[in-house]
């Protein structure tokens, strides 16, 4: 078992800044992948960035350039620095991790709203 706790999100105004952090315990496989979907109302979860423990990195077209994913492997944490947010950028944001030993692992969401 693996237990994912987000904290970070919030309401930002366009253009704005937020910071999502998760961390991760339990069964911590040495090779795993943290990252970050997203849900918006209507829509189907979506990738929004992955990051391998050996430190490959996958965006979605949407968010590169705006948003960065870091980890803090010793700690089990993942980030993902939001800049430049926009309206459709709204969403609840899922931390999720995979190794192949334990498979998908997902966290409780935290919301995240852009609007003025």
């Known amino acids: 078992q693996v237990q994912l706790v987000e904290s970070g999100g919030g309401l930002v105004q366009p253009g704005g800044s937020l910071r999502l952090s998760c961390a991760a315990s339990?069964?911590?496989?040495?090779?795993?992948?943290m990252g970050w979907y997203r849900q918006a109302p209507g829509k189907q979860r979506e990738m929004v960035a992955g990051?391998?423990?050996?430190?490959?990195?996958n965006y979605a077209d949407s968010v590169k350039g705006r948003f960065t994913i870091s980890r803090e492997n010793a700690k089990n944490t993942v980030y993902l620095q939001m800049n430049s947010l926009k309206p459709e950028d709204t969403a609840v944001y899922y931390c999720?991790?995979?190794?192949?030993?334990?498979?998908?692992?997902w966290g409780q969401g935290t919301q995240v709203t852009v609007s003025s």
């Open positions: 999720w991790y995979w190794s192949p030993s334990t498979g998908d692992y």
């Open positions: 339990g069964s911590i496989f040495s090779i795993n992948v």
């Open positions: 990051m391998h423990n050996g430190g490959n990195t």
